[in-house]
């Protein structure tokens, strides 16, 4: 290979089954079937402790900087006894493990326990606790739970653990705080019974394994029973359809939050189900995080790298500056996988340039699609695709239904890694299905080739938040919103669509602050309220923008007005998820002064000339 050819990892075939219905709709699934999975998750971790004891699970840097490692066979051992410490204090599906804190040691360790002897556990994104003002999400999730037993890191979540109820919930900390909490290493410390056995042995495909919270952009989180059908049968399909993962042991540095189930269903349990070796990177696609992101994979070769389009954002710049980092990145790299959000066209050629410079060939790109409510793939990428967009085909197992629906194909799925409800919720569960069973997710898709269907599935936006403007025209957000990031690259951070029922569309505005600083020719801590008066960064916004719209000038495509935002996404206002996804709806909603203000004669808003 050379001179750009690209890098093809062993994937099997891309074949589709297509089943035309008379009402129009019709469904797409894998010809290839299903093979036999496991009916408990943490049987993996039994059979790599069994086969390969000594090799690394999970590995994350200490206080000196140093990577402290958890070893197949060892970290059996302490889960089993973990378990032991679950059952001791009453923990139950009924009364669940809750984890507040960021990924960890400690963290995996309990999750594999709960899930060892049939205890749910609730990993809540650490936002909840650290982040929000009112801790209202919190305290909405700890009511739906009902712990038993809570695990947070360290002392900065005593703030959080004060707004909660705590009468008869045990709290761990792997330091010590008050509410008499007992550390990580006492609760770790028991001698295990025959009991730990006989629980991990009562366990079913269909027992739940774990919730997961939805992030609560529409409303307040909602609880996804994840049992461990859905994320057995999920890997089992990844693997026949990525053979290339069994040929030796997967590396991963990986930030992503395990209370989300790209991070903690597709990824840590990736590694689990092939016995390879998770690097936690305590980094984050924030100015004040990305360094460690870089000194790990500085340190670290992973032989995949999973991201989302933030993080390669972030993570480019350095990538660009820095050959050493770059070859050591590349070096042993199967695939560049993205997820959660479209990935702008110039990341995906950056990241294309920088993997020819450092091996003289293009890396693979792959993607995927689901939800939480998936396990969490329903369509994966497992063949060579020259651009964004495209999420694959139905996993083995899976179907996915087109339904006609305002003019796109709506996308809805059935399969064995579908959840079977919202927990505790059971009002919420009969309407996220259809007469036939299908989920419905909400997102629309269409075919890349109609006349080939087996070419993949495009993404083509969320049902939900396309809008038509006041001539009629259907406005497609999604599609709207990458093609904006796009043209202004890389001085937009992220844009939020606006104009329902108005007569043309609008743009708010997140900056990239660190490009727009650079531009401006001012310092990288520059806040956005002084970038967005900056005379250089206008005039650029304004001339990439007036650029895309001569050539889509349609009014559902042309953006007529742009305001440029100076503060971030609110979590608190479910602006924003952990993996730094934005929500159109939740922006367009708590910032609906910003909206009038966005079709107002206010001098701060940047009117593209007609």
């Known amino acids: 290979m050379g001179d750009g050819d690209r890098s093809i990892p062993d994937f099997a075939p891309a074949r589709v089954k297509v089943q035309k219905n008379t009402d129009g709709s019709f469904v797409l699934s894998s010809p290839m079937p299903l093979e036999q999975y496991a009916d408990n998750i943490c049987n993996y971790l039994a059979h790599w402790a069994a086969s390969t004891p000594d090799n690394c699970f999970l590995a994350e840097r200490d206080a000196s900087g140093e990577w402290q490692k958890l070893y197949y066979g060892e970290?059996?051992?302490?889960?089993?006894?973990?378990?032991?410490?679950?059952?001791?204090?009453?923990?139950?599906?009924?009364?669940?493990?809750?984890?507040?804190?960021?990924?960890?040691?400690?963290?995996?360790?309990?999750?594999?326990?709960?899930?060892?002897?049939?205890?749910?556990?609730?990993?809540?994104?650490?936002?909840?606790?650290?982040?929000?003002?009112?801790?209202?999400?919190?305290?909405?999730?700890?009511?739906?739970?009902?712990?038993?037993?809570?695990?947070?890191?360290?002392?900065?979540?005593?703030?959080?653990?004060?707004?909660?109820?705590?009468?008869?919930?045990?709290?761990?900390?792997?330091?010590?705080?008050?509410?008499?909490?007992?550390?990580?290493?006492?609760?770790?410390?028991?001698?295990?019974?025959?009991?730990?056995?006989?629980?991990?042995?009562?366990?079913?495909?269909?027992t739940i394994a774990k919730v997961l919270f939805t992030s609560g952009s529409t409303g307040l989180p909602k609880g996804v029973i994840n049992t461990h059908r859905m994320m057995c049968s999920n890997q089992q399909a990844m693997a026949q359809i990525w053979p290339f993962a069994a040929k030796r042991p997967p590396v991963l540095v990986d930030w992503l939050p395990w209370n989300h189930t790209f991070g903690g269903n597709h990824n840590f349990n990736f590694v689990l189900r092939h016995g390879g070796s998770l690097y936690i990177d305590a980094g984050r696609p924030v100015p004040e995080l990305i360094a460690a992101t870089v000194e790990n994979l500085g340190e670290i070769s992973p032989t995949i790298y999973f991201n989302v389009p933030r993080g390669f954002d972030m993570l480019i710049p350095y990538l660009e500056k820095d050959k050493e980092l770059r070859d050591n990145f590349f070096a042993k790299l199967d695939t560049i996988f993205y997820a959660a959000a479209a990935l702008p066209q110039d990341l995906w050629q950056r990241l294309e340039a920088l993997s020819i410079q450092s091996r003289d060939e293009k890396i693979s790109m792959t993607s995927g699609w689901g939800s939480t409510e998936t396990a969490p793939v329903a369509t994966e990428v497992h063949f060579p695709i020259d651009r964004a967009g495209i999420i694959g085909l139905p996993l083995p197992g899976t179907e996915i239904k087109f339904v006609p629906n305002a003019g796109k194909l709506e996308m809805r799925i059935k399969g064995p890694n579908i959840f079977p409800g919202y927990f505790r919720q059971q009002?919420?569960?009969?309407?996220?299905?259809?007469?036939?069973?299908?989920?419905?997710?909400?997102?629309?898709?269409?075919?890349?080739?109609?006349?080939?269907?087996?070419?993949?599935?495009?993404?083509?936006?969320?049902?939900?938040?396309?809008?038509?403007?006041?001539?009629?025209?259907?406005?497609?957000?999604?599609?709207?919103?990458?093609?904006?990031?796009?043209?202004?690259?890389?001085?937009?951070?992220?844009?939020?669509?606006?104009?329902?029922?108005?007569?043309?569309?609008?743009?708010?505005?997140?900056?990239?602050?660190?490009?727009?600083?650079?531009?401006?020719?001012?310092?990288?801590?520059?806040?956005?309220?002084?970038?967005?008066?900056?005379?250089?960064?206008?005039?650029?916004?304004?001339?990439?923008?007036?650029?895309?719209?001569?050539?889509?000038?349609?009014?559902?495509?042309?953006?007529?007005?742009?305001?440029?935002?100076?503060?971030?996404?609110?979590?608190?206002?479910?602006?924003?998820?952990?993996?730094?996804?934005?929500?159109?709806?939740?922006?367009?909603?708590?910032?609906?002064?910003?909206?009038?203000?966005?079709?107002?004669?206010?001098?701060?808003?940047?009117?593209?000339?007609?």
């Open 75 to 206: 970290a059996l051992q302490k889960v089993r006894a973990l378990g032991q410490a679950l059952l001791n204090a009453g923990a139950s599906a009924e009364h669940p493990l809750m984890i507040l804190s960021d990924n960890s040691l400690q963290n995996g360790l309990l999750q594999l326990a709960a899930m060892y002897v049939g205890v749910t556990v609730a990993p809540v994104s650490p936002a909840y606790s650290l982040v929000s003002k009112d801790f209202g999400k919190l305290r909405h999730v700890y009511a739906l739970v009902e712990p038993r037993i809570i695990y947070v890191a360290d002392e900065r979540y005593e703030p959080a653990l004060e707004s909660l109820d705590l009468d008869d919930v045990f709290v761990i900390s792997q330091k010590g705080i008050s509410f008499g909490s007992i550390s990580f290493d006492d609760f770790l410390d028991q001698e295990v019974t025959d009991d730990v056995e006989a629980a991990h042995a009562s366990i079913t495909a269909d």
């Open 427 to 610: 009002e919420l569960t009969g309407a996220a299905f259809d007469e036939d069973g299908f989920y419905l997710i909400g997102d629309a898709g269409k075919l890349a080739n109609p006349d080939d269907p087996a070419e993949g599935i495009v993404f083509d936006g969320r049902v939900a938040e396309d809008f038509k403007l006041l001539t009629g025209s259907w406005v497609s957000t999604g599609n709207l919103r990458i093609a904006a990031i796009t043209a202004a690259a890389p001085i937009i951070q992220d844009a939020v669509v606006a104009g329902h029922d108005r007569n043309e569309v609008g743009l708010l505005v997140f900056l990239n602050c660190a490009t727009a600083a650079e531009l401006a020719e001012m310092d990288e801590s520059t806040p956005a309220t002084v970038l967005g008066k900056n005379r250089r960064v206008i005039d650029f916004l304004r001339q990439a923008l007036l650029a895309y719209n001569q050539a889509n000038p349609a009014s559902s495509t042309r953006i007529a007005r742009v305001l440029l935002l100076d503060q971030p996404a609110d979590i608190d206002a479910g602006e924003i998820t952990d993996k730094g996804y934005i929500n159109q709806r939740a922006v367009l909603e708590h910032r609906a002064n910003l909206v009038q203000k966005l079709y107002s004669d206010d001098p701060t808003v940047i009117i593209l000339a007609k």
